[in-house]
DNA sequence: TCAAAAGTGTTATCCTTACACCCATGT
DNA sequence: ACATGGGTGTAAGGATAACACTTTTGA
């Protein structure tokens, strides 16, 4: 079965993406770089700039594995180190509903989590690439001050709405699907369901599907409103992008509870204070001061430099990552 | 950039590959196929039946998606209806050392857990494929009896052997790895620590790297042990396809704890006994009695059918499923 | 002396883990 | 009556979540 001429098999292309975060005073960021991507038609896109995430294709005869591809591909378009990096997930389908253009070749995308250490030299980035706050991509995320309020003013009416089509639901109940209103409780905790700020693929796949996020009109799905109405639901980006951002924060916020992956995110020695404002930053939410320090005490992760800090008010005891631990314990993390 | 000839592009085939649970009285199984690789020079495999997991090429202009073409093959070479199916990772390195021959299409695997609902028709298997114990092909993960014997009396005594050697471990520090001693002890819970039963593919990883497992030797790497002395460690599989039945079960064993899954494996009317065994079948430990089924009542998963089962001893109460608890909580499942 | 930030003490509650004993049925 | 498996009660210990208050510096 495998006698067929080379000319019958598919052509395939696999791209490699990777969502690069890093923390810059304690706000987390996205490495972008300026999308090869075609304006429009009506050449809309030249409003506003359209991002991308590093990425490049995968050539099996260049790099041994998809890790080292990946590492290169970031080096080059960004000359960043990377610490940390984490493959997340297979889209088969970065197309989506998009027509395909005949003889093209079909890209399946892998995604990546990558974390470094920090933007230490700015002006190194090349033009091209800059880190962007990654909450521009997902306004909706971002609840260390309580709910964003844009939840209540745009989201949730709209979303309330989609969920309220019957004539949508009857198509998607047919492939088993769980109903609307379900779907929008268990994501964005409506009706009292909690909020999972772990599901931040989930809301986006959700609003992808009503037709509220821009990458879906680009795929060719109905749009949900007129052009001149859209509130702002987030910056898009090119290809599935978001989509890998998207996951690449919520494995991240998982990932938090149970492994020390933020001190791949924190400089060499920090205050108890920066370290609850990383993981604040990254999870989305507030914490509770007293349990977290007690938390990072027991979990004997980090140990005190004997240096102080140089804020302003009371200066606070620096602390190191105790890199001993990965060796010494099974699961370490801060459960929040 | 994409204006090259298609000559120039390099050849990438997709192999999609499944690792199908299901339970038959309690034992947790595999569907194999009798697997296409040919035997080696010396005519071994021919002594031994080599299985592989159900999969097929990718074609992207036949299926939508991913998981669709996985399902379509699984439900070809094996006629199982297929419940729950997640991806689990996307391999790039299927070769691994092994020399690639010229001109051959580099293959990118991506394997995938799917769990059916049960043999229900055993004779409808064709007679190339059958369900298999998994623990046939991991014999040190059944915990369900206390420590497997043959931990202490051929797998760490090879290993510690293995640790112990300095002058491999020079290249491995070379490129940041772990000490070997401390890889051991973290992977197979020596000196004191704790065994985690997720760890599948870790210690699959390290056997392989300590050429211990039959795919090392077949993949060109060094053999750890004169061809003679092989104790039993656990049935080779095809291509790469242990080490994504080795990934399926980690992932398994830890969905377990935070998702409904068991209950895809389950029949309609089940008891707690029953309930309990299945899922120290899969997660390959032993279970305190009382305290599993405190936590089934108070995670009210399931509710009393009414009905009464006709084993010998005391008739047991018969349970369901309260599949209703899918919309309700964000996440629900067995902490253990 | 006051603002700003660091740092501590205590309690109620729940969940986990471990313990040992009684019950209903078929042979 | 006894073997076989089903089914419960209870108490110690630890983790969690919530509460408010004191301390140290720079301006």
């Known amino acids: ?15 490699i993406a990777a969502a690069v975060v890093t923390l810059d005073h304690e706000s987390p960021q996205i490495l972008v770089a300026r999308s090869a991507e075609p304006p429009d038609q009506q050449g809309h896109a030249a409003e506003q700039v359209l991002w991308s995430l590093p990425s490049g294709r995968f050539d099996p005869s260049r790099y041994r594995t998809l890790e080292i591809a990946l590492r290169v591909f970031v080096t080059d378009q960004a000359g960043c180190d990377l610490g940390y990096v984490e493959q997340l997930y297979t889209f088969g389908d970065r197309g989506r509903a998009a027509d395909e253009e005949e003889g093209r070749r079909h890209v399946v995308s892998i995604g990546y989590l990558a974390l470094t250490g920090g933007i230490t030299t700015p002006s190194a980035l090349p033009p091209t690439a800059r880190f962007r706050p990654w909450y521009r991509f997902f306004p909706w995320e971002d609840w260390r001050n309580g709910r964003p309020a844009m939840l209540d003013t745009s989201l949730m009416p709209l979303l309330t709405q989609w969920a309220e089509d019957r004539a949508g639901e009857q198509a998607e109940s047919a492939r088993r699907a769980l109903p609307r209103a379900i779907r929008l409780r268990q994501c964005f905790g409506a009706d009292g369901s909690p909020w999972d700020e772990e599901k931040v693929l989930e809301r986006y796949e959700l609003l992808y599907e009503a037709g509220l996020v821009q990458e879906a009109v680009r795929d ?4 949900a409103l007129a052009r001149n109405q859209w509130p702002n639901l987030g910056e898009p980006m090119s290809f599935d992008h978001r989509r890998i951002l998207a996951t690449a924060m919520g494995r991240l916020r998982g990932k938090l509870k149970y492994r020390p992956v933020v001190f791949e995110l924190m400089p060499e020695a920090f205050t108890l204070t920066a370290l609850q404002h990383s993981v604040e930053a990254i999870s989305g939410r507030h914490l509770h001061k007293q349990n977290f320090r007690r938390l990072v005490e027991n979990t004997a992760l980090v140990e005190p430099t004997g240096k102080q800090s140089l804020t302003r008010g009371r200066p606070a005891a620096l602390f190191r990552f105790r890199s001993d631990v990965l060796q010494e314990r099974p699961a370490p993390g801060l459960r929040l």
Chains 1, 2 share one sequence.
Request: aromatic content about 0%; proline content about 16%; glycine content about 6%.
């Open 1 to 15: 079965m495998s006698q067929t001429a080379p000319q019958a098999q598919p052509l395939i292309d696999i791209d």
């Open 220 to 223: 060719g799905r109905p749009a």
